[in-house]
């Protein structure tokens, strides 16, 4: 029998309460305000729902972060006016070269990598603000709501399904069992963040990648420290590369200090399913212990913990970013500049344009594929997309490690775009663009750290610091299977690649038991929905699916 569903039609719905989706909402809204003013006789009054797996506005929004307010500006221009969320301004920039024990400064920095002027945010506070804008507008914030599963009927999405609410861990109903609604819609705007659900689900029905160079992924962890006063002066921005990681291996850190007594500390590991040795919360770790940052942290605290992956191939990778009834914003669509380390006001940038799309649409009540499609057009023709065209290979320079990506991104600073990189390079997929042989279990390094309760901590002391919480009797929604278990993580995994899963998760996730037999135990409630399993599995064998919506972290200083 046909389960019975809640069924909601709306106009728009949007897939994610991020930055690009709220922007997208805000956008809509004023544009059909316009339109009702200077024609009172054809007036519009499209329905926009936001749905937000988060308990709270922000609480899965994470990011260094310094914010370039160039969209933000022109979404609202009087933003400073409305109490946005900014902190201090940047007044110096550092970029420092990390030795194990050493540091060295570069003397100039060139202006890409320049945040002076730009203020420093907590993406989780300007996220929260930004929904309560949104709110204020008249748009309707479904939060505690995981969206599933996109709904496509003749070749075209029509909305999507939310979570199931009351299913035990055995799939059985609970007697709270509430089953998810159907959220209708003539367009559905995707905005989910890396790795999303609905967006792969698209991506595979319309073939969306094809053709495009293949994605590439970094784990950023990142903590926000209390720190004694004089250590550090306010709105200073430091970048490092270099230790803790190899030359083969792509990353770098960062510290922003918010004010003289509060900085984010993090640290960004490139992650790849051909080496998956990768262990980004021991490398922060690590790089907090490093003399440059230990020094700046000493005698302080940590108020939060959290992780998420970030895109960073840039336009090469980015596919197709529309199609009949969806559009695609920022993660989602691979808006970041990985050469700036920034994608907040793309990611914004990207829901303004697709929100001018989608008025234009309403305006022509016209939904399909072509009609949509301006949005790429759009896309095409604005500064988001010049500035990623000027960057468009600065991470894959690194694919043949630091030096040569050092003197690559040199050239590029001189010849914007330019690369080096063989053009088979893009030719191949996601599982084989690794320049890193395949490594045996004798030599994968043994875990790194060593925590000493000062500056560096394990991962359930820092998961404690995560707000981390979901319902423990669900389903598990890391879903490997059985078979797999007993054959693929228990015998091939552990010899050829020592289980990396225990170490890539950085809340701890995945654990082997030993006794009574070799078993792979896997803590769900610890997940912050970082994506890195999803993406850094060699086998390709772990799903991540939504949890029950309002699982997850809880961040507000993300
Ligand atoms: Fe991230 Fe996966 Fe670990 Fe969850 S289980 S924290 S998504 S690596």
Same mark, same amino acid.
Request: charged share 20%.
């Given at each position: 029998?046909?389960?019975?569903? &809640?069924?909601? !039609?709306?106009?728009i719905?949007?897939?994610?309460?991020?930055p690009a989706?709220?922007?997208?909402?805000?956008?809509l809204?004023?544009?059909?305000t /316009?339109?009702?003013?200077?024609h009172?006789?054809?007036?519009?009054?499209?329905?926009? !729902?936001?749905?937000?797996? #988060?308990?709270?506005?922000?609480?899965?929004?994470l *990011?260094?972060?310094?914010l370039d307010?160039?969209?933000?500006?022109?979404?609202?221009?009087?933003?400073?006016?409305?109490?946005?969320?900014?902190?201090?301004?940047v007044?110096r920039?550092?970029i420092l070269?990390?030795t194990a024990?050493?540091?060295?400064?570069?003397?100039?920095?060139?202006?890409?990598?320049?945040?002076? #002027?730009?203020?420093?945010?907590s993406?989780?506070?300007?996220?929260?603000w930004?929904?309560?804008?949104?709110?204020?507008?008249g748009?309707?914030?479904?939060?505690?709501?995981?969206?599933?599963?996109?709904?496509?009927?003749?070749?075209?999405?029509?909305?999507?399904?939310?979570?199931d609410?009351?299913?035990?861990?055995?799939?059985?109903?609970?007697?709270?069992?509430?089953p998810?609604? &159907?959220?209708?819609?003539?367009?559905?705007?995707?905005?989910?963040?890396?790795?999303?659900?609905?967006?792969?689900?698209?991506?595979?029905?319309?073939?969306?990648?094809?053709?495009?160079?293949p994605?590439?992924? &970094?784990?950023g962890?990142k903590?926000v420290?209390?720190?004694?006063?004089?250590?550090?002066?306010? #709105?200073?921005?430091?970048?490092?590369?270099g230790?803790?990681?190899?030359?083969?291996?792509?990353?770098?850190?960062?510290?922003?200090?918010f @004010?003289?007594?509060?900085?984010?500390?993090?640290?960004?590991?490139?992650i790849?399913?051909?080496?998956?040795?990768?262990?980004?919360? #021991?490398n922060?770790?690590?790089f907090?212990?490093h003399?440059?940052?230990?020094t700046?942290?000493?005698?302080g605290?940590?108020?939060?913990y959290?992780?998420?992956?970030?895109?960073?191939?840039?336009?090469?990778a980015?596919?197709?970013i529309?199609?009949?009834?969806?559009?695609?914003t920022g993660? @989602?669509?691979?808006?970041?500049?990985?050469? =700036?380390?920034?994608?907040?006001?793309?990611a914004?940038?990207?829901?303004?344009l697709?929100?001018?799309t989608?008025?234009?649409?309403l305006?022509?009540?016209?939904?399909?594929? @072509?009609?949509?499609?301006?949005?790429?057009? =759009?896309?095409?023709?604005?500064?988001?997309?010049d500035?990623?065209?000027a960057?468009?290979?600065?991470?894959?320079?690194f694919?043949?490690?630091?030096?040569?990506?050092?003197?690559?991104?040199g050239?590029?600073?001189?010849?914007?775009?330019l690369?080096?990189?063989?053009?088979?390079?893009?030719?191949k997929?996601? +599982?084989?663009? +690794?320049g890193?042989?395949?490594?045996?279990?004798?030599?994968?390094p043994?875990?790194?750290?060593r925590?000493?309760?000062q500056?560096?901590?394990?991962?359930?002391?820092?998961?404690?610091? *995560?707000?981390t919480m979901?319902?423990?009797?669900?389903?598990?929604h890391?879903?490997?299977?059985?078979?797999?278990?007993a &054959?693929?993580?228990i015998?091939?995994?552990?010899?050829?690649?020592g289980n990396?899963c225990? =170490?890539?998760c950085?809340?701890?996730?995945?654990?082997?038991? /030993?006794?009574?037999?070799?078993a792979? =135990?896997?803590?769900?409630?610890?997940?912050?929905?970082?994506?890195?399993?999803?993406?850094?599995?060699?086998?390709?064998?772990?799903?991540?699916?939504?949890?029950?919506?309002g699982?997850g972290p809880?961040?507000?200083?993300?």
């Amino acid at each position: 029998m046909k389960e019975e569903r &809640e069924s909601l !039609a709306f106009d728009i719905v949007f897939a994610g309460g991020g930055p690009a989706n709220l922007a997208s909402a805000i956008r809509l809204k004023q544009l059909v305000t /316009l339109h009702n003013e200077q024609h009172p006789a054809e007036p519009l009054d499209p329905s926009i !729902a936001v749905v937000e797996k #988060g308990r709270h506005a922000g609480a899965h929004l994470l *990011s260094g972060a310094v914010l370039d307010t160039k969209a933000l500006e022109e979404l609202m221009p009087d933003f400073r006016d409305r109490n946005c969320p900014l902190d201090t301004i940047v007044s110096r920039d550092r970029i420092l070269f990390l030795t194990a024990k050493r540091s060295f400064s570069v003397p100039a920095i060139p202006e890409p990598f320049r945040n002076s #002027g730009h203020p420093l945010v907590s993406l989780s506070r300007l996220g929260y603000w930004m929904a309560g804008e949104a709110e204020t507008a008249g748009i309707e914030l479904f939060t505690n709501t995981a969206a599933v599963k996109p709904i496509v009927e003749n070749g075209s999405v029509c909305g999507l399904l939310t979570g199931d609410l009351g299913i035990d861990r055995l799939g059985q109903q609970k007697p709270d069992y509430l089953p998810g609604a &159907e959220l209708r819609a003539k367009v559905t705007v995707i905005g989910e963040g890396v790795a999303g659900t609905l967006a792969t689900e698209l991506q595979n029905i319309f073939s969306l990648r094809s053709g495009s160079a293949p994605q590439h992924y &970094e784990t950023g962890v990142k903590e926000v420290w209390r720190i004694p006063e004089g250590a550090i002066e306010a #709105g200073e921005a430091w970048h490092t590369f270099g230790y803790p990681l190899a030359p083969d291996t792509y990353g770098g850190g960062w510290l922003y200090a918010f @004010s003289p007594t509060e900085v984010s500390v993090g640290h960004v590991t490139a992650i790849d399913p051909q080496a998956p040795e990768a262990d980004p919360h #021991g490398n922060l770790q690590l790089f907090k212990q490093h003399p440059a940052i230990a020094t700046v942290l000493k005698g302080g605290s940590l108020l939060e913990y959290g992780a998420k992956t970030i895109t960073s191939a840039g336009l090469d990778a980015m596919g197709r970013i529309s199609g009949p009834g969806f559009l695609f914003t920022g993660e @989602s669509a691979g808006m970041l500049n990985m050469q =700036r380390l920034k994608g907040i006001h793309l990611a914004m940038k990207s829901g303004m344009l697709a929100a001018d799309t989608i008025f234009e649409a309403l305006l022509r009540d016209d939904f399909s594929a @072509s009609s949509l499609q301006g949005y790429e057009e =759009r896309f095409r023709n604005s500064w988001a997309y010049d500035e990623l065209h000027a960057a468009r290979h600065f991470r894959q320079a690194f694919d043949k490690g630091l030096y040569h990506g050092l003197l690559q991104t040199g050239m590029q600073l001189k010849f914007p775009g330019l690369s080096l990189a063989s053009p088979f390079l893009f030719k191949k997929n996601d +599982s084989t663009r +690794s320049g890193h042989a395949k490594k045996t279990r004798q030599e994968l390094p043994q875990p790194p750290v060593r925590t000493d309760g000062q500056l560096s901590f394990g991962k359930e002391e820092c998961l404690f610091r *995560s707000g981390t919480m979901h319902e423990e009797n669900q389903p598990c929604h890391l879903r490997i299977a059985p078979a797999d278990i007993a &054959e693929i993580c228990i015998r091939k995994c552990t010899e050829e690649y020592g289980n990396p899963c225990t =170490r890539f998760c950085p809340a701890n996730v995945y654990a082997f038991t /030993l006794t009574p037999e070799p078993a792979l =135990r896997i803590s769900a409630s610890n997940c912050l929905h970082c994506k890195t399993c999803a993406l850094a599995d060699p086998y390709g064998i772990i799903s991540w699916i939504p949890p029950e919506g309002g699982g997850g972290p809880g961040y507000k200083l993300g």
